[in-house]
């Protein structure tokens, strides 16, 4: 029947359109959606957000291939996501702008950056709402900014996409879902990210030139010490930048689910997960709370083992949970699988090989070990992974490095890569184990 129809339609070029509704979309989601077209070849080609359906919308061109079937593709998510729509339009591949248009664009970038951190600073996510607009000078009022000041910032994020113009109301705003990401109390609240990026972090990047010309940080080079030690001095700054590592925890929802602690969780006895500078212990928190049978160890800093213990009480994890204060030679032994998040990438290689040997040290034959980090595609294509690259050249002396780096970094600790699946926001988690030790008989016969 239809399929017939439309076989007939494609043949003549009639149907040259192919739509896909996005069911649930989240605003990375959707990104990340547009940048994997991209990364295939399709092109962005316009697209907008109808406010009568309350719907997004963004078109692309698909490559000029003859396996392909349909020249346009189409995107739809129900929902106001102007600001991924606001992206896609401004995607260098778009020919919706002028180079030049684009160009400004992107340097002004660093507005943007501080315009989320004074939105996030001031409060206004917590005290505006996404179903009632409030006007800039009842906002104004209650977090003790300048009126007009205040409704220039807002108009500025209305075009990001933070918040939305109310169409009854003058200088009347409503916050959007992506907006409501920089609530305090929002589940994986961005806003501690927001305050980094803002702060620290984006007063380091005045000093890339620094870091591009000689190889080293630009942190160190303005604050005079490595951000570890700089933050350890600072507990306010320490805290945030805790829970700034813990705003990125998306990426750890697929994590409990993999083989390696499914099969930790169904094996008989008590098994346990080590967790190598854990942070605040998000991610340990997830794993023990979706397979109650395991037990954790956190290894981090004194004053990020109180905040892990904290956190794990407070999600009934505690009580099946140890810690440990200490560095990386502190690896405890007689783990099952052992986890290293986001830690890599913070180091030069040598100091990589120096980690991964304590950890094969401590790692029974038996037990794995995960890594999360970004890897960086081998084909050059766009990639968070890439714009992470810069920020650990500027701010901590490291780098993010392609899947076949760290299977030499792991070979070098007597370690062995045994795959790598991805993780949302462009992460990976790359499964190791203990290399085998050929038998000495074996090859002699």
């Known amino acids: 029947g239809l399929e017939r129809i439309a076989a007939y339609e494609r043949t003549r070029r009639h149907e040259a359109h192919l739509a896909f509704e996005v069911e649930h979309a989240d605003p990375l989601a959707l990104r990340g959606l547009c940048a994997i077209l991209v990364r295939h070849g399709a092109r ?245 709370t979706a397979h109650p049978r395991l037990r954790g160890i956190l290894l981090e800093r004194p004053h990020a083992v109180e905040a892990a213990r904290r956190l794990l009480d407070a999600a009934g994890c505690g009580a099946r949970c140890d810690y440990r204060a200490g560095d990386f030679a502190d690896v405890p032994p007689g783990g099952d699988v052992y986890v290293l998040s986001r830690v890599l990438h913070d180091w030069d290689d040598d100091r990589c090989r120096e980690i991964l040997r304590h950890l094969a040290g401590a790692m029974a034959a038996h037990a794995d070990l995960l890594i999360v980090e970004r890897l960086l595609p081998a084909d050059g294509s766009p990639s968070l992974a890439t714009a992470w690259d810069l920020h650990m050249l500027c701010n901590v002396g490291g780098r993010e490095r392609r899947a076949d780096h760290y299977a030499r970094l792991l070979a070098d600790a007597g370690l062995q890569l045994v795959g790598h699946s991805p993780l949302p926001l462009d992460a990976h988690v790359l499964h190791a184990r203990r290399a085998s030790v050929p038998d000495p008989a074996a090859r002699h016969s």
């Open 44 to 288: 962005p080609d316009g697209g907008g957000y109808n406010p009568h359906e309350d719907g997004t919308v963004l078109y692309f061109t698909t490559p000029a291939d003859p396996a392909c079937g349909y020249r346009r593709l189409e995107l739809y998510a129900r929902g106001d996501h102007r600001a991924a729509l606001a992206a896609h339009l401004d995607h260098p591949a778009s020919s919706a702008r002028p180079p030049a248009e684009t160009l400004l664009q992107l340097l002004t970038g660093a507005w943007t950056t501080q315009a989320f951190a004074v939105f996030a600073r001031l409060g206004l996510p917590d005290a505006m709402d996404t179903r009632t607009a409030h006007s800039a000078e009842d906002l104004a009022l209650l977090t003790g900014a300048h009126p007009r000041g205040l409704a220039t910032l807002l108009r500025y994020l209305a075009m990001l996409g933070a918040v939305t113009p109310a169409p009854d109301q003058e200088e009347g705003f409503r916050l959007t879902e992506l907006g409501a990401l920089l609530r305090a109390d929002a589940p994986g609240s961005m806003r501690p990210l927001a305050l980094m990026y803002g702060g620290p972090f984006y007063r380091s990047f005045g000093e890339l030139d620094h870091a591009v010309r000689t190889g080293g940080p630009a942190f160190d080079h303005l604050f005079g010490e490595n951000h570890f030690d700089h933050f350890a001095r600072d507990p306010e700054l320490a805290d945030l930048f805790d829970r700034s590592m813990a705003a990125s925890s998306r990426m750890f929802q697929p994590l409990p689910e993999h083989p390696v602690v499914t099969a930790a969780a169904a094996a008989p006895g008590p098994r346990t997960v080590v967790d190598v500078a854990g942070g605040n212990g998000e991610l340990l928190g997830r794993i023990l």
